[in-house]
């Protein structure tokens, strides 16, 4: 299997973010399985106290990326709905990997980054969503995180 690197994105490569979302937005079965970025989600992009992109990358290009979110004040209405509201929380996002790179471990890779990274941040609960008819993200969710005691359909 291929080797990649695995890193935070700089703000020099922000380009390529939004190249890799429309390249993976083309190809995508249904547009309702990716939440698109907010404007939260721009404004706050490389804002490290908002949340972190850890990117995988193939020599210089940006191939796959996913986003550990960690501000509190955005997670309140999913920490309300849980009842954890005393309890940290950092939530799973943004999986992007261009359609080449697809089934060479990526998401695992970068799911298992940005787990260690929530652990590191002393985060309660490490949440992650997906879309009930994204039958692949669904599949990585209870696999890769062994989870599946919360549905909403």
């Given at each position: 299997m291929k080797e990649f690197?695995?890193?935070?994105?700089?703000?020099?490569?922000?380009?390529?973010?939004?190249?890799?979302?429309?390249?993976?937005?083309?190809?995508l079965?249904?547009?309702d399985f990716f939440i698109p970025f907010s404007q939260d989600d721009l404004d706050n992009m490389f804002n490290r106290d908002f949340g972190i992109n850890i990117g995988a990358?193939?020599?210089?290009?940006?191939?796959?990326?996913?986003t550990l979110y960690f501000d509190q004040d955005e997670l309140k209405p999913m920490k309300e709905r849980l009842k954890v509201t005393n309890k940290k929380m950092c939530e799973l996002g943004n999986y992007l990997v261009a359609k080449d790179y697809r089934g060479q471990g990526i998401i695992k890779t970068l799911q298992d980054k940005l787990i260690?990274?929530?652990?590191?941040?002393?985060?309660?609960?490490?949440?992650?969503?997906?879309?009930?008819?994204?039958?692949?993200?669904?599949?990585?969710?209870?696999?890769?995180?062994?989870?599946?005691?919360?549905y909403e359909y």
């Open positions: 690197d695995y890193h935070e994105i700089p703000k020099v490569d922000e380009k390529q973010i939004y190249e890799l979302y429309d390249e993976c937005m083309k190809w079965p249904s547009k990358y193939d020599g210089k290009k940006l191939v796959g990326m996913a260690e990274l929530g652990k590191q941040m002393k985060c309660n609960y490490v949440i992650s969503t997906a879309h009930p008819e994204n039958l692949g993200s669904v599949k990585t969710l209870l696999k890769e995180l062994k989870i599946a005691d919360t």
